[in-house]
């Protein structure tokens, strides 16, 4: 992406995170700063701690807050907000691991 993002997108990007699981990373390599949006279907994950008490999977306290991601239709990760180059590191997969891949095309920052 090569257009300044404005302080109200930013805004918009980062509000109430816990719940969309939106983050930034800035390559200290390059300087570049990739956003990051986890794409889920809106509801919770079934996860938690097995009993072995009741043979049940029991919830952690606070599970079932957030859903940690936005559904697709959601997203502001989009042409029209100015995003270029748009790339998804697939389910289960890392979206760590994909940056690494994309900073790697890109010339160190001089300092």
Known sequence: MNTVMSKEFKQKFYENRDETGRFTVVSFRTGRTYFVEPIGDGRMADWGSYNPGTGNVENKKGAGKFSGSVEEKESLITKENGFEKIHYS????????KIEELDAVYPDKVN
């Not at 697939?90 to 691991?97: A, D």
């Open 90 to 97: 697939g389910i289960g997969g890392s979206p760590f691991s």
